[in-house]
């Protein structure tokens, strides 16, 4: 049971922007950084933001993230059909002591 | 380059053990702050943190009934899991953690199918 909460879906037509949200608790998103994952059809994940705000070598800035109290957004600017995937955030908790994983987000490129 | 892949049965009975093994390189399990992780995912469904080894043989879980261990000279991490339920049928993945609780390489993922 996961204890970050994303809307299961989202979708844009090329060239929109999407949002999708990831709301958390005091013992997770907020007192830690929150990291977001792609995952494609039929692979694994992939890291896509990190501490936050942060993108891996690679990663096209059309791709952003962000973070208030509990709450963390990841926003994807100049949507693609090859965006077209599962998105995760996620982040350590501290009452659990682990690493805890969101719901997920499909987006779905009309 | 870091590549992780993991091995282990794709088929195991309820009730049973299942052992998983992470074999990576391009990086060291000696080198401070750095980790390897498990996570998996039934099919259709969410990712799931399992547990978590440090450099230090720091270890974490989500469940009691895993065991999470290393063998720095040979690379490997492995993952016990005891007492598997169909439930338990997922894609399991291991991951390299830099330091900063995060998963930044990932394996294939290896199908575990728990039926008797």
């Known amino acids: 049971q996961s204890v970050l909460t994303q809307p299961p879906s989202a979708s844009g037509t090329p060239g929109q922007r999407v949002t999708m949200s990831c709301s958390g608790s005091s013992s997770n998103i907020g007192s830690n950084t929150v990291n977001w994952y792609q995952q494609l059809p039929e692979t694994a994940p992939k890291l896509l933001i990190y501490?936050?705000?942060q993108r891996p070598s690679g990663v096209p800035d059309r791709f952003s993230g962000s973070k208030s109290g509990t709450s963390a957004s990841l926003a994807i600017s100049g949507l693609q059909s090859e965006d077209e995937a599962d998105y995760y955030c996620a982040a350590w908790d501290d009452r659990l002591n682990g690493y805890v994983f969101g719901t997920g987000t499909k987006v779905t490129v009309l | 380059q870091i590549t992780l892949k993991e091995s282990g049965p794709t088929l195991v009975k309820p009730t049973q053990t299942l052992t998983l093994t992470c074999t990576f390189s391009?990086?060291?399990?000696?080198?401070?702050?750095?980790?390897v992780g498990w996570i998996r995912q039934p099919p259709g469904k969410a990712l799931e943190w399992l547990a978590l080894i440090y450099w230090d043989d720091d270890k974490r879980y989500s469940q009691s009934r895993l065991t999470i261990t290393k063998d720095t000279s040979k690379n490997q991490v492995v993952l016990t899991m005891t007492n598997m339920d169909p439930v338990d049928t997922a894609t399991y993945y291991c991951?390299?953690?830099?330091?900063?609780?995060?998963?930044?390489?990932w394996g294939q993922g290896t199908l575990v199918t728990v039926s008797s």
């Open positions: 501490s936050n705000d």
């Open positions: 991951a390299h953690s830099p330091p900063g609780h995060l998963f930044h390489s």
């Open positions: 391009g990086f060291s399990l000696s080198t401070s702050g750095v980790g």
